[in-house]
Each structure stands twice: as C-alpha cells, then as structure tokens.
C-alpha cells in the first residue's frame, strides 16, 4: 500500500489502559449494538463469544480514534477493509480482525461517529489507496476527545513475537506465511518475549509530547509505550533475516531521537557498527579486512552514500543488478553507467566478489540480528536499557562505552574475528 505523509496506519495492539477508558469503551458498544438491533441491520442476538470480539473491534478503534486526535498534524486513519488482509489462512490475523471489524466500522459511520473519507482501491498492480476514516465532533460525546486523553492507551504485545514472511512478489510485498512450532520457534519466541518484558518497564520517556503526538516515518505515533518488539525472518527462512521491529524510535528520523528520547533521564548516545554486511561478508569469505573506509570505493571519498547503498544492494540481490537502487544514481556524474559502477566494486573488493549476486545479505542480516539480540539481553542483564536499530543500540549516554564493549564482544564471539569498527555518537551540544 502507498501512504500518504499524513496517514496514521491503524494497530489492532491498542487497548484501553484506564478504568474510565474501558467504561467508556463498554457504553460505546452497548450504543452500537444497541443502534445495530433498532435498525434492524441485525436480526438476532449476537453469541456472547461474537460479542466480545465486537466489543474488541471496538476498543482497538476507539483507541486508534484518541491517538489520531492527539495528532498535531491531523492525519487521517488507515484501516484495513480487504478480505485478503482481514482473513489471513495464515493465522496470522488479530483477533481483532474479521466482520465484526467490519460491522463496527460501520456502524460507528452510521451514527455519524466517524467521517469515512474513502473507501480503499486498487490503483495498479503496485500502488494502492487505503480506507481512510477520522472521528466527527459526536464521537467526543462518547470518547475522551477534548481534549484527548492519549495515555490513557496502551499498546499489549503482538501474539507474534517471531514472523515469518515469504520472499516479496513482483510488487514488492512480501506476506506472513504460517510455520510450525518447533523447540527453536519457541526458544526464539521466549527471547523476545523477555526482552519485551525488561522493555515494559524500563525508562523510556519521549519529550515535548504535552501539546500532542506525532507520527513517525512508519505511519505509527511516535510515543513511548510502543515498545513491544517483534522479530522477522525473510524468504520462508530462519536463517535469514530476523531484524527487530516495532519500536516507536525505529519510526524516528535521527536528530530527533537525540532531540527527544530520554532513558533512564538521561540523553541518548548511538553505538553503531560502521560497515558492518561488507565486513561480514569478508570474514565469510575468510578474508582480511581491507584498509580504510569500505565504502570509499573511487578513493577520493566521492560518492560514498552512493556506493554503500550500491554494495548492500549487490549482496542481496539475486544476480546481477539490473537497475541502480533508489537514491543511488544522484551520487555519482552524470552518464555513469550501473555496469561500471558493479565493475569497479568488483575490482575494489575482489576477495568477496563472488559473494556479490548471492543473495548472501539475508544471511548477514540473520548474523547482525542474532548479536542485536545478544548485544541487549546481556546489557538488559546489567540493568543497562538499549534499544535496538538495525545494527546499532540507543542506550543513556552514561552507558555508552559499556554498550561498545558488548558491541565488540558480539561481533568476536559470532565471527571470532576482531575487526569490528564500533562507532558512538553523543547528542550534539
């Protein structure tokens, strides 16, 4: 699907944190099932099990609906109404999904609770519009509104704590698939359900949120209770992938995570690995690490964004590259040729130019996944706070060079190699 820069994408995880906001909650579905019957949309009585989804439907709503009032830049909500996406043969849908969804959307538009803006369309074969809805000044009668009482929501965890998805189709999308539970699901499942639980309760605070949210680049709201992570495996693999998602720092851009994200009361500082697929990749290939910035592959400096953007591409992709990656061409002249660019890659690092084509990053991101996950267990078990991005962690400045050493530490034991280039950055003054 497309988004739209103003667009807040609709998450079932939302659930009434308050005693007021659940009262609030449970009127607001008895209004619905009580206006359902009256108008006759409804023959029967619904079952007591098809009522509380009803009910859940409604909460996850009801939810979203506050957030999006909270919005400064007054977005609209996106939410899913396609069949293929809320009846998933996967089990991989939210309970919340289903016509009960459906219904309560519905009958919130019937009361006039909510302004429907548009109804969801294919536009081609890659792009596609979302419903999109926003609250109308009654749904205020029912809901905290005026102003909206946004922490009075919270974010449970996802059920799926690991996905598995399918290598993407000719869109580009690549979907949950179902999977078996082995012991090894389960091991990494715990995994992620313990570092969500040190996460819950650790102190994690987002600055200047007084006069209202805002979104993230990921469609989501930037605020400090989504911080239930999730982990994702590509190509139908275990062994490939495995990244982090979900955090709200994730959806951030860079100078606002120092502008705004607080741990344990203090600024951040970012410890990152500095080149990290290219290096993995030489210690696959059981190779000495070159001299100097990987990247800087003209030898002047020139182009670098370019050329690391173009060298990540080539290990991922599956054979040569037929067209330049997005934002790569506009850092090299004009009338570079995509062939030359490959070509003197190759040359530049020829000891790991057979691994080029391979399609050998899935298994690098699987490698950098497993040393994230380690790297923030061990700090957790030191009562240090780190938050996981890609390869980097955000951690209070104060804890910055023990989260370089665990970095350091990380990359030997999973490579027994030494040749990690660990990097921190301090919030600038």
């Known amino acids: 699907m497309t988004q739209s820069p103003n667009t ?196 994690i605070e987002v600055t200047d949120q007084n006069a209202g949210l805002s979104l993230g680049r990921d469609g989501q709201v930037i605020a400090p209770y989504r911080r239930s992570l999730r982990r994702i495996f590509n190509n139908a693999d275990w062994k490939q992938g495995g990244r982090l998602a979900g955090g709200f720092w994730m959806g951030m851009e860079r100078t606002q995570r120092f502008e705004r994200i607080r741990i344990d009361g203090e600024r951040i500082a970012d410890v990152d690995y500095r080149q990290l697929f290219p290096r993995l990749a030489y210690v696959r290939a059981d190779k000495p690490q070159p001299k100097g910035d990987i990247y800087d592959v003209a030898g002047d400096g020139s182009g670098r964004d370019g050329w690391k953007t173009l060298m990540n591409a080539m290990l991922f992709s599956d054979g040569p590259l037929r067209n330049w990656p997005k934002g790569t061409l506009q850092h090299f002249p004009s009338g570079f040729k995509l062939r030359t660019a490959t070509e003197m890659l190759a040359a530049r690092h020829a000891p790991i130019a057979h691994l080029f084509g391979t399609r050998l990053g899935f298994q690098l991101l699987r490698i950098e996944s497993d040393m994230l996950i380690g790297i923030i267990t061990h700090l957790a078990s030191l009562g240090v706070t780190a938050l996981p991005l890609h390869d980097a962690v955000l951690v209070a400045e104060s804890n910055a060079y023990v989260a370089a050493d665990a970095m350091q530490a990380a990359f030997s034991m999973a490579t027994g190699s030494s040749c990690a280039i660990v990097s921190i950055e301090f919030c600038p003054p």
């Open 8 to 203: 807040m994408w609709f998450d079932p995880l939302l659930r009434a944190k308050t005693a007021k906001l659940r009262y609030a909650v449970h009127r607001l579905r008895d209004a619905l099932l009580h206006h359902e019957s009256a108008s006759g949309a409804r023959k029967r009585a619904r079952k007591e099990a098809d009522k509380e989804k009803f009910g859940l439907a409604v909460e996850a709503l009801a939810c979203n609906l506050i957030l999006l009032s909270a919005i400064q830049s007054g977005p609209k909500l996106a939410v899913p109404r396609s069949h293929g996406f809320l009846w998933r043969g996967n089990g991989g849908a939210s309970p919340v999904y289903g016509q009960h969804f459906l219904t309560a959307i519905d009958g919130l538009a019937s009361l006039g609770l909510i302004e429907e803006e548009r109804r969801g369309y294919k536009l081609s074969a890659r792009v596609r519009l979302p419903s999109l809805i926003q609250p109308s000044t009654a749904l205020a009668e029912h809901l905290p509104l005026a102003p909206p009482d946004w922490r009075s929501v919270k974010q449970i965890d996802d059920r799926a704590l690991i996905v598995l998805k399918e290598g993407k189709d000719d869109d580009g999308r690549a979907a949950p698939i179902a999977f078996r539970e082995t012991a090894k699901t389960r091991q990494l499942a715990r995994e992620m359900g313990r570092i969500n639980e040190f996460l819950r309760s650790a102190d």
